[in-house]
């Protein structure tokens, strides 16, 4: 199983919103709901900020949001805070029955 | 609270093998899932596989079939996570996560153990 593919880094300002996207394929993002998003800083532990696509579980802000279109999933975060600067995963469950993750994307806040 | 303790820091030689431990608390242990996902230096997350520890689902990533095994002690709420044959490609850190039954998502994680495998 391959690795699902995010853009090494994304760069925003204060205020701005970006997006991290995620492909995949027809065994994994494609035909899975199950489609994840972790927030990663550095020497802490990864902590979910979306699941299945689009939710967000309880304390998660609603500057986070996930969709996904074809074999792509995407990360939206708005309003961009200098908390938000860490790194983000994406993972789906696939169609055998396992876990694959993405390389990880680098958020930066200028 | 729920709480995922891993046990600390190990440094071991190729083809060595290293047991990590996840010891739970805050809540009940035989209801959940537990998943091992590891991150190498420089590289991404990586599942390793998951654990029930009623012993119904028990799955690995292919790629860690026949070098890892799980396993658990519900007297301690710990489960427990060997990986053999070791190789510098093994140099990790190491992280246990809990999930709810059918969700499929990690809602809690350990803290991380480093594996660092090196002669």
């Known amino acids: 199983q391959s690795a699902l593919t995010q853009p090494a880094s994304v760069s925003g300002s204060p205020g701005q919103s970006i997006t991290i996207s995620c492909t995949g394929t027809s065994s994994d993002v494609g035909s899975s709901n199950h489609v994840f998003w972790y927030q990663h800083h550095p020497g802490k532990a990864p902590k979910l900020v979306i699941y299945d696509v689009s939710n967000r579980p309880t304390g998660v802000s609603n500057r986070f949001s996930g969709s996904k279109s074809g074999n792509t999933a995407s990360l939206t975060i708005s309003g961009l805070q200098a908390e938000d600067e860490a790194d983000y995963y994406c993972t789906s469950y696939t169609s055998t029955y396992t876990y694959v993750f993405a390389s990880g994307t680098k958020v930066n806040v200028l | 609270q729920v709480q995922l303790v891993q046990s600390g820091a190990e440094g071991k030689k190729p083809g060595a093998s290293v047991e990590i431990s996840c010891k739970a608390s805050?809540?009940?242990?035989?209801?959940?899932?537990m998943h091992w996902i590891r991150q190498a230096p420089g590289q991404g997350l990586e599942w390793m596989g998951i654990f029930d520890p009623t012993g119904v689902v028990t799955k690995f990533a292919q790629k860690f079939q026949g070098r890892v095994t799980m396993t658990s002690d519900p007297s301690t709420s710990t489960v427990y996570m060997d990986l053999s044959s070791l190789t510098s490609e093994d140099t990790a850190i190491y992280y246990c996560?809990?999930?709810?039954?059918?969700?499929?998502?990690?809602?809690?994680w350990g803290q991380g153990t480093l594996v660092t495998v090196s002669s």
């Open positions: 805050g809540y009940t242990f035989t209801n959940y899932y």
């Open positions: 996560a809990r999930e709810t039954p059918r969700t499929c998502y990690f809602d809690s």
